[in-house]
């Protein structure tokens, strides 16, 4: 029995999230069958991060344990000739037995785009959250900062959030601006269900004037959910990419598609 780690882009807004549903139309669905086509039995996968409807991801990562002989681009090119076209995987390679997509990562990069203008753009939807009004981003930067090191997050937590504990450390929180385009770039050792959109609207909130910048501070501090924002919408949520000890050697999440390299992407 081998040890399969896939790499996958996925576009989330026809999906009804990653994790399984009895009716279908999750990704997870999708892979799964599409794998077990390939390798001649049922296969199980386990992800890196699961991820909600509408949301996004350039590089997922999933393993899944076969007996079936094949090549790393034959799990590539064969997963992908039984997916719909919004799902693909991206790379593929055996990997250590201890290898786990979800226990043995080091950290996880979310990025959040913001389309903002007074009106919706039929080529953003779907792909960014929406603010119709000006968005002060000096202040949602210097509010984010409040954020990054270890906290207790309860105050950005969803009620239905399953995690043993709500303390995560956020090592880096960004706000750039191109154009219309405001992204923000979340990393940290793990996220709580809804945490970073959940942390989007409040600085959502900081940016349109609603609240002051040491707002933020205030609620974090508070651990009370009905203390901040309500929860963003997922659609400019992108799981971008995850990061293991070097000793597995899975590649850097590949290029083709960053959603954030600066002005030349927009401008």
Same mark, same amino acid.
């Not at 786990?100 to 039929?122: D, E, K, Q």
């Not at 950005?156 to 043993?164: E, G, L």
């Not at 385009?181 to 349109?208: K, P, T």
């Given at each position: 029995?081998?040890?399969?780690?896939?790499?996958?882009?996925?576009d989330?807004?026809?999906?009804?999230g990653?994790?399984?549903?009895?009716g279908?139309?999750?990704?997870q669905?999708?892979?799964?069958?599409?794998?077990?086509?390939?390798a001649?039995? $049922?296969?199980?996968?386990?992800?890196?991060? /699961?991820?909600?409807?509408?949301?996004?991801? =350039?590089?997922?990562?999933?393993?899944?344990?076969t007996?079936?002989?094949?090549?790393?681009?034959?799990?590539?090119?064969?997963?992908?000739?039984?997916?719909?076209a =919004?799902? @693909?995987?991206?790379?593929?390679?055996?990997?250590? &037995?201890?290898?786990?997509?979800?226990?043995?990562?080091?950290?996880?990069?979310?990025?959040?785009?913001i389309h903002?203008?007074?009106?919706?753009?039929?080529?953003?939807?779907?792909?960014?959250?929406?603010?119709?009004?000006?968005l002060d981003?000096?202040?949602?930067?210097?509010?984010?900062?409040?954020?990054?090191?270890?906290?207790d997050? +309860?105050a950005?937590? +969803?009620?239905?959030?399953?995690?043993?504990?709500?303390?995560?450390r956020?090592t880096?929180? =960004?706000?750039e601006? $191109?154009? !219309?385009? %405001?992204?923000l770039?979340?990393?940290?050792? @793990?996220f709580?269900?809804?945490?970073? /959109?959940?942390?989007?609207? +409040?600085?959502?909130?900081?940016?349109?004037?609603?609240? !002051?910048?040491?707002w933020?501070?205030?609620?974090?501090?508070?651990?009370?959910?009905?203390l901040?924002? &309500?929860?963003?919408? &997922?659609?400019?949520l992108?799981?971008?990419? %995850?990061t293991?000890?070097?000793?597995?050697?899975?590649?850097?999440?590949?290029?083709?598609?960053?959603?954030?390299?600066?002005k030349?992407?927009?401008?």
């Amino acid at each position: 029995m081998k040890r399969i780690a896939l790499i996958l882009g996925y576009d989330g807004s026809r999906f009804s999230g990653w994790q399984t549903q009895p009716g279908g139309g999750a990704v997870q669905d999708a892979l799964e069958a599409s794998l077990a086509a390939l390798a001649g039995h $049922s296969v199980r996968v386990t992800c890196a991060g /699961r991820t909600d409807t509408g949301v996004h991801a =350039t590089a997922q990562v999933v393993h899944f344990d076969t007996d079936a002989a094949r090549l790393p681009q034959a799990w590539v090119r064969g997963t992908n000739a039984r997916l719909p076209a =919004t799902v @693909a995987a991206l790379h593929a390679q055996e990997v250590e &037995p201890d290898f786990h997509a979800r226990f043995s990562a080091r950290s996880r990069c979310y990025i959040y785009l913001i389309h903002r203008a007074a009106v919706r753009h039929p080529l953003w939807v779907g792909r960014a959250g929406w603010v119709f009004r000006n968005l002060d981003v000096a202040a949602m930067r210097a509010a984010a900062q409040r954020l990054v090191g270890e906290h207790d997050f +309860s105050a950005f937590r +969803s009620s239905q959030c399953q995690a043993k504990t709500p303390v995560r450390r956020l090592t880096t929180l =960004t706000v750039e601006e $191109s154009g !219309p385009l %405001v992204a923000l770039r979340f990393e940290g050792n @793990a996220f709580l269900h809804h945490m970073v /959109r959940n942390i989007v609207g +409040s600085l959502v909130y900081v940016g349109i004037g609603r609240q !002051p910048e040491d707002w933020i501070g205030t609620v974090l501090a508070g651990r009370d959910r009905g203390l901040a924002a &309500p929860t963003f919408s &997922p659609e400019g949520l992108y799981l971008q990419a %995850v990061t293991y000890d070097g000793r597995f050697g899975l590649p850097a999440p590949p290029p083709g598609m960053p959603l954030w390299q600066g002005k030349s992407l927009l401008e």
